[in-house]
């Protein structure tokens, strides 16, 4: 009775995390979905609850074929670039600190980044929240565009 009370927890903790997805997506997934989502957040190393969600859909929206970099750049975006960011930065500024990260892009590429948030202006005030995925978008772009230069080298 014990194992089948504990499974029963565990299943309403999974079952839990499901409905938190679900919510957020404002549609109900099927099994194959839902069993996909969790390996590919285990893999980026983001956690099961609401805030792991948002940033998840955020990222696979921002960058739909690289969100799954993610786990290599996150002590990256919480060590150095949270701390510059604050409560949020114009897009100058936001400029600036991707080029601290030695990122530079050209503006299609930065508009493209900021498609999701209604465009980049210069001097427009974008909160950090909605700076986050961009900035773990150009993150995984830095290492993809490294891991080219690599490959070029060594072939």
Not at 29 to 37: A, E, G, I, K, L
Not at 75 to 95: C, I, N, R
Request: charged share 20%.
């Amino acid at each position: 009775m014990q194992i089948t009370t504990r499974a029963y927890c565990i299943y309403g903790v999974m079952e839990q995390e499901r409905i938190i997805y679900e919510t957020l997506i404002g549609a109900r997934v099927c099994d194959t979905h839902w069993w996909r989502v969790k390996k590919v957040m285990s893999a980026c190393e983001l956690p099961l609850n609401k805030s792991g969600f948002e940033l998840f859909l955020a990222l696979k929206k921002t960058t739909p074929r690289h969100f799954t970099q993610y786990h290599k750049i996150k002590g990256l975006l919480s060590k150095q670039v949270e701390p510059a960011l604050g409560d949020g930065v114009t897009g100058e500024q936001f400029l600036k600190v991707i080029e601290q990260l030695n990122i530079t892009p050209n503006q299609s590429t930065v508009s493209r980044w900021f498609k999701a948030v209604g465009g980049f202006k210069s001097t427009q005030f974008y909160c950090k929240a909605a700076l986050l995925p961009i900035v773990a978008t150009a993150l995984i772009y830095k290492s993809k565009i490294q891991d080219s230069q690599l490959s070029k080298i060594g072939a």
